[in-house]
């Protein structure tokens, strides 16, 4: 998806460049950067993945894992 998401943003920013009228540069803008957001939401979304991935293997092999949501519970439990 990330490399897709790459593509289609490639492909608006050289249709715009070549079709979009000068007085549409908003629209224009407020599109690639729409494009942009998604392509971020994949990124993120890839490396999120591979930090789960990657924390499960770290629990079976003994390791200690905290997680945000035992963070946060054990600092709601000593305030």
């Known amino acids: 998806m990330v490399v897709l998401m790459a593509r289609v943003l490639l492909c608006r920013t050289n249709e715009f460049k070549h079709a979009m009228e000068t007085d549409r ?4 803008a407020f599109i690639l950067f729409s494009s942009f957001v998604t392509l971020l939401f994949y990124v993120i979304r890839l490396f999120a993945g591979r930090r789960e991935q990657v924390a499960g293997q770290a629990t079976s092999q003994g390791f200690p894992v905290f997680h945000r949501e035992s963070l946060l ?3 709601a439990a000593s305030s």
Do not use: E, M
């Open 25 to 28: 540069r908003v629209a224009a």
């Open 73 to 75: 519970f054990v600092c």
